[in-house]
T-cell receptor, first 112, second 115 residues
Framework: DAGITQSPRHKVTETGTPVTLRCHQTENHRYMYWYRQDPGHGLRLIHYSYGVKDTDKGEVSDGYSVSRSKTEDFLLTLESATSSQTSVYFC???????????FGSGTRLTVV | AQTVTQSQPEMSVQEAETVTLSCTYDTSESDYYLFWYKQPPSRQMILVIRQEAYKQQNATENRFSVNFQKAAKSFSLKISDSQLGDAAMYFCAYRRKSSGDKLTFGTGTRLAVRP
């Protein structure tokens, strides 16, 4: 979607290394989210943000941290990547209510 | 915590036929939103249809319609006149109206369309 971009699109990293995924929006939406998608689990919420420097944990937040220093950017960091964090990561933005989410194109992360 | 259940991991439909994907959810809320998202092989998540719980009328978007049964906590998606481009993973999702706008997703149903 033109209003939200994720980078990188693909990444392979080694166990134990830090990794940062970036989500950038041009829609000025208040809410931003990070999900991971795994077979058999659907999409599970990692962290979310209601605004600048206002973040909270989702259901699978262990091993992840986030930062939002500007409205348009929401960063997801894996402090020390593990093989269990191999997944597809999606960022999403929302105006709230019935508008649902607009998703980024996803990042496929492989931890070897 | 709210849960969303999609009991059909895989479904198949003949082109031009109709198929229904099931979704149930668990909530104690009276007002909320429900969504269906489509994820084709490109991996992009696409909003298909949405429903407000307080509206009794079922939502419709072209060939896509829902059967919303609030008492049964059921939100099924019907695809009419199925096309090859409908082949995708479909996710049902729930959002509490009073919450911080987090979506809870089901595990998905993979739909195959036979030519």
């Amino acid at each position: 979607d033109a209003g939200i971009t994720q980078s990188p699109r693909h990444k392979v990293t080694e166990t134990g290394t830090p990794v940062t995924l970036r989500c950038h929006q041009t829609e000025n939406h208040r809410y931003m989210y990070w999900y991971r998608q795994d077979p058999g689990h659907g999409l599970r919420l990692i962290h979310y943000s209601y605004g600048v420097k206002d973040t909270d944990k989702g259901e699978v937040s262990d091993g992840y941290s986030v930062s939002r220093s500007k409205t348009e950017d929401f960063l997801l960091t894996l402090e020390s990547a593990t093989s269990s964090q191999t997944s597809v990561y999606f960022c999403a933005i929302s105006e709230g209510g019935l508008y649902g989410y607009t998703f980024g194109s996803g990042t496929r992360l492989t931890v070897v | 915590a709210q849960t969303v259940t999609q009991s059909q991991p895989e479904m198949s439909v003949q082109e031009a036929e109709t198929v229904t994907l099931s979704c149930t959810y668990d909530t104690s809320e009276s007002d909320y939103y429900l969504f269906w998202y489509k994820q084709p092989p490109s991996r992009q998540m696409i909003l298909v249809i949405r429903q407000e719980a307080y509206k009794q009328q079922n939502a419709t978007e072209n060939r896509f319609s829902v059967n919303f049964q609030k008492a049964a906590k059921s939100f099924s998606l019907k695809i009419s006149d199925s096309q090859l481009g409908d082949a995708a993973m479909y996710f049902c999702a729930y959002r509490r109206k009073s919450s911080g706008d987090k979506l809870t997703f089901g595990t998905g149903t993979r739909l195959a369309v036979r030519p």
